[in-house]
């Protein structure tokens, strides 16, 4: 069965600063990866996605993830910080076969100026 | 497009009672999810469909909960009867690619 694992619950970093959120991932096969991001009251919005190919992908907003497979790692990465990046954060992956996308617990982001 | 329309946006509704969500997913998408967000258990799948076919209800909680499909443009996730511990916020979304889904913004349930 896919799992998705993101074990900070909750992050704080200074506007300007870089991010880092860790997502660790279970699925037998080469999975489809994606990340989210939910501003409250809103649903979720798709940063970018993880398919095949090259291992570093771009997203919205200026997000990025790198994919390495030897980690079973897909973490999120911006260089630095906007005070209207803080929302929470979901991890996904997806089977590929009938979409079915199971999402992570979710890290929430908080920036302080 | 308009996006994933959910409606109501909000639901406040006494133990017993009968609840029905609605939504309308994007043109063209041919999956529709219906997800259950709480603090407890964060974000839950309940049912997907596919070309308007259940694929996977496995996350249905229990028999109170239906949903259906009836064709492209519209789907339904009904509680009956309705439990205080079914408050939370239910979303749907549609996808035309694997695991990208486009989500509506959320019906808040209140059962009190």
């Known amino acids: 069965a896919q799992s998705v694992t993101q074990p900070d619950i909750h992050i704080t970093v200074s506007e300007g600063a870089s991010l880092e959120l860790r997502c660790n991932y279970s699925?037998?096969?080469?999975?489809?990866l994606f990340w989210y991001v939910q501003s409250p009251g809103q649903g979720l919005q798709l940063l970018l996605k993880?398919?095949?190919?090259?291992?570093l992908v771009q997203g919205i907003k200026g997000f990025e993830a790198e994919f390495k497979r030897s980690q079973s790692s897909f973490n999120l990465r911006k260089p630095s910080v906007h005070w209207s990046d803080a929302a929470e954060y979901f991890c996904a992956v997806c089977s590929g076969g009938y979409q079915k996308v199971t999402f992570g617990t979710g890290t929430k982001l908080q920036v302080i100026p | 497009d308009a996006g994933v329309i959910q409606s109501p946006r909000h639901e406040v509704t006494e133990m017993g009672q009968e609840v029905t969500l609605r939504c309308k997913p994007i043109?063209?998408?041919?999956?529709l999810f219906w997800y259950r967000q709480t603090m407890m258990r964060g974000l839950e799948l309940l049912i997907y469909f596919n070309n308007n076919v259940p694929i996977d209800d496995s996350g249905m909680p229990e028999d109170r909960f239906s949903a259906k499909m009836p064709n492209a443009s519209f789907s339904t996730l009904k509680i009956q009867p309705s439990e205080p511990r079914d408050s939370a916020v239910y979303f749907c979304?549609?996808?035309?690619?694997?695991?990208?889904?486009?989500f509506g913004q959320g019906t808040r349930l209140t059962v009190v």
């Open positions: 979304a549609s996808s035309l690619a694997p695991g990208e889904a486009f």
């Open positions: 043109s063209g998408h041919n999956s």
């Open positions: 993880y398919f095949s190919g090259d291992t």
């Open positions: 699925y037998g096969a080469t999975p489809y």
